[in-house]
């Protein structure tokens, strides 16, 4: 199976491994990219995966059930396109486009999505929707 992020690469050589906990997503757009990895999948070990790498002072509270909510309320993912990323230090950000459906309609999330690092592991930390 061919990897939801639109790597090209398979889902176990991409980010499977970082669902699975195998390894961490070694930069912010390798765990952005996972993140809508699964968000695509929605199921209850995707929405743990998004929970723990939120970071846990940007976690607020009913994160996992507002998540699920999300997953729920949606049609199904279509494509991701990373427009642009960087990273400084222990800081970085990507901004992207996640095509969507929704009640038959396509729609698009635009967001620049901000990341830090603690302990050799990325966590999101806050996003900007355009």
Known sequence: MTCPCCSGAPLA????????????????EALMRSRYTAFTRGTPAALEYLV???HPLHREPGLAEGLAETTRALDGWERL???ASSVDGDTGWVE???????GGQRGEL?????????????????????
């Open 52 to 54: 723990a790498s939120h």
């Open 96 to 102: 992207f486009v996640a095509t969507f459906r929704q």
């Open 110 to 130: 635009r967001e620049r999505s901000s990341f830090v690092c603690e302990g050799g592991r990325w966590f999101y930390t806050t996003g900007v929707i355009d």
């Open 13 to 28: 050589e991409c980010c499977g491994r970082y669902l699975d906990h195998a390894v961490p997503a070694p930069t912010p």
């Open 81 to 83: 396109e990373v427009l």
